[in-house]
């Protein structure tokens, strides 16, 4: 038998680190061949006008086998061509590194999954269902697995027509210079549209979850999720806000109404406030699929990642707005694939999610790869998520 040096046995145990230098995609069962037909894909739809610039990365087995960008990092040439260690608004990327950050306090003790939120914010104590012009008692409390599941009766009010989400519109839930405590309370104050615990709604959640983490470990949210994951990973451009000094670095598109990477916020979103690269977030994604491991350090256990990454909906389906779709279940913070069949390509129990802007990203166990993606072109989000999946698991020859 073979003596593993001190090295190679730390190696063992401590999960990849992303290295800038590709490994050659052959080695870990992917098609450079097929790979190329990506490269083309992003020109040609950068050149179609559908998007400006667009970066994708990819590791599998540890290794990083594709790392690209394409494109301008704004609406004209004169921005510069877009690099993958370039910043974008990452939106609803935010919600599974607070999802992170709620499960280390759950593993700490601090907070229980079942505990109902009224326990953190007294406000959702007095939580109504709005039927049929009815303000109607909970049957049960929100809890704090509710948030991270999606199935706390609150909703967003950006997008839909229901009753509820008409008395989101009356409220700005966005305004950055709210303290969040006030956001949050306002969001008790709203109706929730389906009984706790019964139905999945894509929600403000992760905002209240956010706020929770706040008050739990006494520091505000910035603060705790630089201490706790960014700084330890390694992710030295993820923040609620960018520096001036890193504004060369801003991907600034066409597009208007994204938000401002440089306005001072009182109100820190749990749920949609970070900017990233992809070379941050492939830290993240891999901690997340070596089970809580990174660089030799373990940020959680493992059966709290397998907890996070399983399916947590049970026979729960989504309510009035399907974001699933039948493929997929949700675990606690992302996004499950229940199925290897239907479109848009996948394995069963790979885990996603994305941002408004057209950010996402995946990981998938089965073929031990990860796949990050960014552009900030919200009007094509959806098509190019698909276009990506299918390309990517295109060039695997295993």
């Not at 003790?109 to 009815?134: C, E, T």
């Amino acid at each position: 038998m073979r003596f593993l040096t001190f090295a190679a046995i730390l190696l063992l145990f401590s999960g990849p680190v992303i290295a800038e230098e590709t490994t050659p995609p052959e080695k870990v069962g992917l098609s450079s061949k097929h790979l190329e037909k990506i490269d083309q894909g992003l020109k040609d739809h950068i050149a179609e006008g559908k998007i400006n610039g667009a970066s994708l990365s990819i590791m599998r087995k540890g290794k990083l086998v594709y790392h690209k960008a394409f494109g301008t990092r704004g609406g004209d040439a004169a921005k510069g061509p877009l690099k993958v260690n370039d910043i974008h608004r990452i939106y609803s990327m935010t919600k599974p590194i607070t999802s992170v950050g709620i499960m280390m306090l759950v593993e700490k003790g601090k907070i229980n999954l079942n505990d109902p939120v009224s326990r953190y914010i007294p406000a959702f104590s007095r939580s109504k269902v709005l039927k049929q012009g009815q303000l109607l008692p909970v049957e049960k409390a929100i809890t704090i697995k509710d948030l991270l599941r999606h199935t706390s009766g609150i909703v967003y009010g950006f997008f839909g027509d229901t009753e509820a989400r008409t008395e989101y519109k009356k409220i700005n839930l966005y305004d950055i210079n709210k303290p969040t405590a006030q956001i949050i309370d306002e969001i008790a104050s709203l109706p929730l549209e389906h009984q706790p615990g019964t139905t999945w709604e894509y929600s403000h959640s992760t905002d209240v979850l956010g706020h929770i983490i706040e008050i739990v470990s006494g520091q505000k949210l910035d603060t705790y999720l630089s201490e706790k994951i960014l700084s330890p990973l390694g992710m030295k451009d993820t923040a609620f806000s960018v520096p001036l000094a890193k504004k060369n670095r801003v991907v600034e598109p066409t597009f208007q109404g994204l938000s401002d990477p440089f306005a001072d916020r009182n109100y820190l979103s749990g749920g949609g406030g970070l900017f990233s690269t992809s070379e941050d977030y492939l830290k993240f994604t891999s901690m997340m699929l070596n089970k809580g491991i990174y660089d030799g350090t373990r940020y959680l256990e493992e059966k709290t990642i397998e907890m996070m990454t399983s399916n947590q909906l049970g026979s729960i389906r989504p309510g009035n707005y399907d974001l699933l779709g039948k493929e997929n279940g949700f675990g606690l913070g992302v996004s499950i694939r229940l199925t290897k069949d239907g479109q848009p390509a996948g394995s069963k129990g790979d885990y996603w999610w994305g941002g408004y802007a057209g950010t996402y990203f995946w990981i998938d166990p089965q073929k031990e790869m990860i796949a990050v993606y960014m552009m900030q072109q919200p009007d094509q989000r959806r098509a190019m998520r698909s276009l990506i999946r299918n390309w990517v698991y295109a060039a695997l020859m295993d």
